[in-house]
């Protein structure tokens, strides 16, 4: 997955571990809560009150109280319900809490904005800006769902990594960037003219966005000194509006391209563009064996029944497809001979088009080898798999709904104006 885009910045000497799914992520995340003894820094696209969200809070009210410098922030679309109590549960506790792009919370009082698709999407949390924790769980039970008839029996499918070593710099300094950029948005909206005048000449706004405001205070050249932990080579990869625009769809394309013999998918909400699908119908030309682990238990209609729409071209290609059935699938990962990807970008246009993500690329046989054989385990034991034959025998009107899932999603696009990149 290695790439020549400025955008990678490989570091060496990182130590990293794999976590499966909520039952694996929250002990590490609440023991390293409990630990802590300078900052705790999260964002999350979701947070529910549930019992592990629940615990959680509690896990940073306690940090907070002892001293520790405690930031969350979140989602304003992901976390509508209970962002305002969790928000002033923090700030009683002495913590800080910010929403990023915050709903409305009347029905009607402010109409369709193509910016509120641009959501906080990502999930990293470091700690005492020594570890971090990087994947595609949100803070909620495994066993939730949005209709409760439907909770499963087996646990939510998802990954995260806890991370330490130089790569951790990369996160803490993303962070801090956010967090300083929402300082200025909150605080640049109350601004009145003769505010903004004032600040062309140095006065108070510039004194009130000084460094002050970055508790952590981890620029990339302070950090640069993080002590090696490990042995592994690994990347943090953002995607946002602004620099980094396609920075993970550019990292897949290169390791897809580049790869020699296998390439593993699971994604929660498959439906890449078609550079994407190129390079993958490409692999399997030249030999790569192509796996694709998508969902099977249905937790959005139209996502899943689009993404389907596309199996065609890949099962004529050769590429494999797998449905996960036992639970829903959320992971966002990716094994490409020996690199693997671990984050909370799917291949789909709210991803790779929208919100801001991140993914930890990871160079290291072992690794990517601990990764595959989990999911060749989902393969094997959890899935059933998508038979060309059996999937052309498809009755029209399975073929038509498929079909309008995926011209609605065309026109959602569209409507975002980013299509030409689609």
């Known amino acids: ?83 305002q109590e969790i928000q002033s549960t923090l700030q009683a506790a002495g913590a800080q809490c910010r929403i990023y792009r915050p709903e409305p919370k009347s029905f009607g009082l402010n109409g369709f904005n193509i910016q509120r698709l641009h959501r906080l999407h990502r999930k990293i949390t470091t700690i005492d800006s020594q570890i971090a924790f990087i994947g595609g769980i949100n803070i909620e039970d495994d066993y939730s769902a949005s209709d409760s008839a439907a909770r499963a029996s087996d646990p939510r499918f998802d990954y995260a990594v806890r991370v330490t070593g130089p ?83 550019s990292a897949y394309l290169s390791g897809i391209t580049k790869a020699t013999d296998n390439i593993i998918i699971a994604n929660a909400y498959f439906l890449p563009g078609h550079k994407l699908r190129k390079a993958l119908i490409s692999a399997t030309a030249r030999g790569v064996r192509v796996r694709l682990l998508l969902q099977g238990k249905i937790e959005y209609r139209m996502q899943y029944f689009a993404t389907r729409w596309i199996y065609d071209q890949f099962l004529q290609a050769g590429v494999e497809i797998y449905e996960y059935l036992p639970s829903f699938l959320h992971a966002k990962v990716a094994v490409i001979d020996q690199m693997s990807t671990i984050g909370s970008s799917n291949l789909d246009p709210f991803s790779l088009l929208l919100a801001r993500e991140a993914n930890l690329v990871v160079d290291h046989a072992q690794f990517s080898l601990q990764l595959q054989q989990s999911l060749e385990q989902a393969i094997a034991h959890g899935s059933r798999v998508i038979e ?34 689609y």
């Not at 809560?33 to 705790?40: C, H, L, N, W």
């Not at 970055?214 to 950090?223: D, G, T």
């Not at 990347?235 to 769809?249: H, T, W, Y």
């Not at 038509?400 to 104006?417: E, K, M, N, Q, T």
């Open 1 to 83: 997955m290695q790439t020549p885009t400025p955008h990678i910045r490989w570091k060496e000497g990182n130590d990293v571990t794999l976590l499966e799914n909520g039952v694996e992520l929250f002990p590490a995340l609440t023991l390293a809560f409990d630990t802590a003894t300078t900052s705790i820094h999260m964002e999350t696209y979701i947070f529910r009150l549930d019992n592990i969200g629940t615990a959680i809070l509690h896990h940073l009210t306690q940090a907070a109280a002892r001293g520790v410098k405690v930031r969350v922030v979140l989602d304003g679309y992901g976390c509508a319900v209970e962002d």
């Open 167 to 249: 790569v951790v710099s990369e996160v803490v300094h993303a962070q801090d960037l956010l967090w300083l950029g929402m300082v200025w948005m909150s605080e640049s909206a109350r601004l009145t003219p003769e505010d903004i005048s004032r600040a062309a000449k140095g006065s108070r706004i510039w004194r009130h966005f000084n460094l002050k405001h970055l508790h952590f205070r981890r620029l990339r050249h302070l950090s640069e000194g993080v002590a090696p932990t490990g042995q592994i080579k690994a990347a943090l990869i953002l995607r946002d509006n602004l620099r980094f625009r396609k920075a993970i769809e």
């Open 388 to 421: 060309l034959t059996l999937y052309g025998q498809r009755g029209w009107l399975v073929r038509l709904g498929d079909a309008f899932a995926y011209l609605l999603l065309r026109i959602g696009v569209a409507l975002s104006g980013k299509s030409e990149n």
